[in-house]
């Protein structure tokens, strides 16, 4: 083994250093590693390969690609296997209370994977939404060598001469519910929307939040561009494969990539791209796993300062393959390098952000990426409403609508089904004010996404409908919704207060969410309603575990006061198992 091969300090000696370690040696020579191998970094192949969803069930065999540049760089994979929660197919059902419950879970077994194994560095290969945000989540925690690798996005369906995806199925589903269409052409729209392998195709969670990971520098810029199916997309698994190691031998560490101006970069792409109101929800949990002073607040600061540029789906044209054709998230970066609204910093590739983005090319012709002189929208992606109904905060959504202001009457639901049933039979009417109630981290438990709903309300054709919830919206929702509102129902959030009729008053520019309803008089009374327990178990444990909306629903204590200068302290601060 070459000099330039060796790590000092290689965690993994702790595993296969030494006579006493001898046991572990021969347990791993039983799996087909060698004396050789004892010497060479070890790097854990995360992989959130499964084959209920298009998003992850290549990730198997980009797997492959990724072990072969492992190898090349002279390391040794070690593979290990993590869960994914489907959103597209739990969606509307019971079953999505463990879509974000899944986030934790994954972060927790990463960082036993990889701690409980002592390895030298990470990739984590992810794909439908909280697999995303959740490796990042694990790397900021462990803060070990590593990097994240997206499986990539969906190829579009084409219907009709059109391109579909599953935004149009769920829109669907509300123009059946009209009377507009029926059982035959929904399932003509079924049938066509997801073509094969890849990640929900438009500007949603999956695809936001790879952006935002490129844009922060805990992916190789461009890697994660590359659709699912493309014949690239292998050579990408290669070259993380490679950086793995790199970083590893240099000792480079998540807490490098992860910083306040990093998060802020990312949460800039997030507006400019017109991306999920999840990422305010992701961003903040990985801040908090990482230490970093970052919020809500820094979310919505990076927004009200970034139009949005690019003509995206939910609200805009064009999908993810579109995007990847223009020029992809290195275009996007440029016009925001461009206009000085990003901060340079390191990237997993070895080379800086501003670096990775000089290079980015443009299609000639696209306009799917626009200027900020001439963006999609003068005001970002989403912002934050604070009121008497939302004293913590709340999300609303800006990409798909330009209303500045709303009123109307309260219609209130206690859980998503009621709120759907009623809007498939009609008795939402135009001018409401939808409030679904405790689906909140806690009162879910488990924070559903809304989408059936919002879809519903856009399948039907209704245009003047308002829907606040403590719960949250897919990436793939659009109108005017507003998520997050914290407190929740069931940490007695006045959100529980409301009752139908109420007048709820949105007030975009002053970033207001108001009732003129007495609720301190009706607090004093207040009996909140008997709700079921949930079931024991991985539910249960979350909704006694879990923080508000505001502070990224995470599962662990905030570690923000600890002494980077101190080795030992800021060690513990990111997990670091001793």
């Given amino acids: 083994m070459d000099d330039e091969d060796k790590i000092s ?57 990724v072990r072969d540049g492992i190898r090349a760089a002279g390391g040794v994979p070690i593979d290990f296997n993590t869960i994914v929660v489907t959103d597209g197919i739990a969606m509307g059902t019971p079953g999505m209370r463990a879509s974000l419950v899944s986030r934790e879970v994954i972060a927790d077994s990463i960082e036993l994977a990889v701690q409980g194994h002592s390895l030298d560095g990470v990739v984590c290969i992810v794909g439908c939404d909280k697999t995303i945000p959740a490796a990042a989540m694990a790397l900021a925690r462990i803060n070990v060598p590593g990097l994240v690798y997206y499986g990539g996005t969906i190829m579009p369906g084409r219907l009709a001469g059109r391109d579909v995806s599953i935004q149009d199925v769920f829109e669907a589903v509300g123009a059946v519910g009209a009377g507009t269409m029926d059982e035959a052409g929904l399932e003509k729209v079924e049938a066509a929307a997801c073509p094969g392998a890849g990640a929900c195709g438009g500007q949603f969670t999956a695809n936001t939040m790879a952006m935002a990971l490129s844009m922060m520098g805990l992916s190789p810029m461009g890697a994660n561009d590359v659709p699912a199916v493309h014949p690239d997309k292998a050579k990408e698994g290669d070259r ?17 990539f992860i910083t306040r101006e990093t998060l802020r970069n990312a949460a800039c792409a ?36 970034t139009p949005v540029i690019t003509d995206l789906k939910p609200g805009g044209r064009y999908l993810a393959f579109d995007l990847y054709k223009a020029g992809g998230t290195r275009l996007v970066g440029q016009r925001l390098m461009a206009s000085g609204r990003l901060s340079d910093a390191p990237t997993v590739s070895g080379r800086s952000l501003f670096e990775e983005l000089a290079e980015a090319r443009e299609t000639d012709g696209q306009d799917v990426v626009l200027d900020f002189d001439a963006p999609v929208s003068p005001r970002g992606s989403f912002t934050l409403l604070k009121g008497n109904i939302a004293p913590a ?14 009123e109307g009457p309260a219609v209130i639901f206690d859980s998503e089904e009621a709120a759907f049933h009623a809007v498939q039979h009609g008795q939402i009417h135009e001018g ?12 879910g438990p488990g924070m559903r996404e809304m989408l059936q709903v919002t879809a519903a309300l856009k399948g039907r054709g209704m245009q003047k409908v308002a829907l606040i919830t403590d719960g949250r919206f897919s990436g793939a929702s659009y109108g005017f919704v ?51 327990r949930p079931p024991s178990g991985a539910l249960e444990k979350y909704a006694r575990l879990v923080s508000c909306a505001s502070e990224g629903a995470v599962t662990i204590e905030p570690r923000r006061d600890a002494d980077a200068s101190n080795p030992t302290q800021a060690a513990t601060k990111h997990g670091e198992w001793r």
């Fill in 9 to 65: 300090n290689k965690r993994s000696d702790r595993l296969v250093g030494g006579p006493e370690r001898a046991p572990a040696r021969s347990y791993l020579r039983a799996t087909g590693l060698g004396k050789d191998d004892f010497a060479k970094p070890l790097i854990a192949v995360v992989n959130s390969w499964s084959t209920v969803t298009p998003c992850n069930m290549h990730l198997a065999t980009l797997a492959e690609a």
């Fill in 240 to 256: 993380c494969g490679r950086a793995a190691v790199a970083l590893a031998k240099a000792g480079r560490r998540p807490s490098e």
């Fill in 270 to 305: 997030v507006s400019a791209s017109g991306g999920s109101t999840n990422a305010a929800l992701h961003l903040v949990a990985i801040a908090v796993e990482a230490g970093v002073d970052f919020d809500q607040e820094d979310c919505d600061d990076a927004c009200r300062s």
């Fill in 393 to 406: 905060g709340s999300v609303l959504k800006l990409t798909g609508h330009d209303i500045g202001s709303y």
């Fill in 432 to 443: 409401d004010v939808i409030v679904i109630r405790y689906e909140g981290p806690k009162g």
């Fill in 482 to 532: 507003v998520g997050h509102v914290a407190p929740e129902a069931a940490s007695g959030g006045p959100i529980a207060l409301l009752r139908d009729g109420d007048r709820i008053l949105i007030d975009v520019a002053a970033q207001r969410i108001d009732t003129s309803a007495d609720l301190a008089s009706r607090a004093q009374s207040f009996r909140a309603p008997k709700r079921p």
